[in-house]
């Protein structure tokens, strides 16, 4: 491993936001002043020390959101126990009209940063500036540099695609820019091509060079996955400004992800020795609100702020979890501003989860009565990729609310057909007093009607009249393709009627279940009524 400087260990990585130049540069995203506004806000209250709101000489609008931003986040510092607001800076090339735009844009900022680049790769530099050579580049970045001074104090230098840049130049072009005023060199690694032990040497080198007056920043692209890393390096070997995008968002792969940056440097202190002065309870809603307004998702596992970054769904995790989250989890959700740890119930989870969301929900079951539930919640998360709370509680309500003494059970159920051959149905009913098994087929005008015809079929023996479905309802519980069907029948026996229900994945199944469950009901009621006439009490 390279030299690990020990310049300024121990002070605060200062965050240079750049959602709102560079995270705006990703395809198909497009934010209006007022957009701009609100999402700088937001990074107000996170309390990033620099906000880099834009580039003025792009549009008007650009030019009235940074303005719009540098004389309100930029005027008053929004993040509590804040005692300054933050820095607000505006991107310019080397250009006098970008200069001057960037300096009108920031100027109603308490502080304002001009940020002057240029590019510096031989590739760059042939393909971007007409082939200059290294002594034209660095008059023209020495120019802008001296410019950008001219309207404020804090200028910042990048040589863009400074990571496949010849090294000797790069030092120079580093030295010309400290010397005509820049007071922070910023590293980027435009495309991402970086590799952690490499960068973190150039960074080290970078630092020692320009000592302690100057600030040196790293800007990292995602192209390997790795601008998290590169950065967390370069503020291992001295660099004292990281620049990042909330969800990392950017130029094509993205840049490097402010809450990741913020969270490694928080959970990992104990080697890395800095922090940020961010708050990192304003994190979710950050992440949140830029999804929102760039139209841009989160990916489900993205590290921090995806939906799953503290979620558990095995249940070995579970079991950990429930007893101490410290177990599977190294920062807290609420410490991001998230909710809190969840546990999703899937095919994964095990008893000690599934019985501790069902006391949560309020449930106070019997060993037997959960034993049942759980088994029809395995048979379901088969089916279900997850069991939602309202899953559960239509669960429970059919396995262990409705349950009764079974006269039947369903073993197994089979449909064919469609809108052309007749749908056909085979049932196999186990009856519980004796345990035997009936398989009865029936044809009907629909799937339901089949099912129901080879139940009634396989009853028959033990359900005295011919058993009519006389009211049918069924109704998603959750939502999705994969939701249960909650299924209520009514069935008619003997002139009474009799209510079923089931849920299930499938609407044919639940169907079946809920006729079945009427039929079960007429003959315990009916069961009963023969008892009670047979009581004592009513014998003369
Ligand atoms: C790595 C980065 O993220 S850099 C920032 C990239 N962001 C953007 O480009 C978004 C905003 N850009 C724009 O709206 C436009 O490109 C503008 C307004 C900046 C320029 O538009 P145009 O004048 O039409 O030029 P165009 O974009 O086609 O070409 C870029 C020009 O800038 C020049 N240029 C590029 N970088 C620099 C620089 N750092 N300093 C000076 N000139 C530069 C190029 O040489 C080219 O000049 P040319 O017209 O003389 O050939
Ligand atoms: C302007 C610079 C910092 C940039 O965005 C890049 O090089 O990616």
């Not at 177990?327 to 019985?355: C, N, P």
């Not at 499938?506 to 079960?520: G, I, K, P, Y």
Request: proline share 3%; net charge negative; glycine share 8%.
């Amino acid at each position: 491993m390279s030299e690990q400087t020990t310049h300024a260990t121990g002070a605060p990585v200062r965050i240079f936001d750049t959602t709102l130049r560079d995270g705006e540069q990703a395809p198909g995203i497009s934010l209006d002043v007022k957009e701009k506004l609100e999402i700088a806000e937001q990074l107000g209250r996170l309390g990033v020390d620099i906000i880099e709101g834009g580039f003025p000489i792009t549009s008007q609008g650009d030019f009235d959101a940074v303005k719009a931003i540098a004389e309100t986040v930029g005027a008053q510092p929004l993040a509590q126990g804040a005692d300054q607001p933050p820095v607000i800076a505006a991107l310019a090339r080397c250009h006098p009209d970008d200069i001057k735009r960037a300096a009108d844009a920031v100027g109603p900022a308490q502080h304002g940063r001009i940020h002057v680049f240029l590019s510096t790769s031989e590739i760059h530099r042939h393909v971007l500036h007409h082939g200059a050579s290294e002594d034209e580049i660095v008059a023209q970045a020495v120019e802008g540099i001296q410019r950008a001074r001219e309207f404020t104090d804090d200028v910042e230098f990048s040589p863009q695609d400074a990571t496949r840049t010849d090294d000797e130049f790069l030092k120079r072009i580093v030295d010309a820019a400290v010397e005509a005023g820049a007071t922070t060199v910023n590293i980027p690694d435009t495309v991402g091509y970086a590799i952690p032990h490499d960068f973190g040497a150039t960074i080290g080198d970078i630092v020692r060079r320009v000592g302690p007056e100057v600030a040196v920043s790293v800007h990292c692209h995602n192209d390997l996955g790795l601008a998290v890393a590169n950065s967390i390096e370069a503020v291992r070997h001295g660099a004292t400004q990281v620049e990042v995008a909330v969800n990392g968002i950017g130029e094509r792969a993205g840049n490097c992800s402010l809450e990741e940056v913020v969270m490694a440097l928080a959970t990992r202190e104990d080697v890395l020795g800095r922090r940020s002065r961010v708050r990192t309870r304003e994190i979710g809603r950050a992440s949140r609100l830029v999804s929102t307004l760039t139209g841009y998702p989160v990916q489900f596992n993205k590290a921090v702020v995806g939906k799953n970054a503290f979620a558990h769904e095995s249940g070995i995790h579970q079991h950990g979890v429930l007893q101490d989250r410290l177990t599977y989890e190294i920062m807290s959700a609420e410490d991001v501003g998230l909710e809190g740890r969840q546990i999703v119930l899937g095919k994964h989870s095990g008893r000690h989860a599934f019985s501790a969301q069902l006391e949560e929900m309020g449930y106070d079951l019997t060993a037997e009565e959960t034993k049942r539930a759980f088994e029809r919640f395995k048979e379901l998360a088969d089916k279900k990729v997850e069991v939602t709370d309202a899953d559960l509680e239509a669960l429970v309500a059919d396995e262990v609310f409705a349950y009764t003494e079974e006269a039947f059970e369903l073993d197994r159920l089979e449909v064919t057909g469609g809108t052309v051959s007749q749908p056909e149905a085979t049932v196999v009913v186990r009856r519980t007093a004796d345990a035997s098994i009936h398989e009865e087929t029936a044809t009907g005008d629909g799937m339901v009607d089949a099912a129901c015809g080879a139940i009634r079929q396989a009853v028959r023996p033990w359900v005295g009249a011919t058993p009519t479905l006389v009211n049918f309802n069924v109704a998603a519980v959750t939502k999705g393709i994969d939701a249960l069907g909650d299924v209520t029948v009514q069935v008619e026996v003997d002139d009474q009627r009799y209510t079923g229900r089931a849920v299930s994945t499938d609407v044919v199944e639940a169907s079946a279940r809920a006729f079945l469950a009427a039929l079960n009901k007429s003959m315990r009621l009916q069961r009963a009524r023969d008892d009670a006439a047979r009581s004592p009490m009513d014998t003369p």
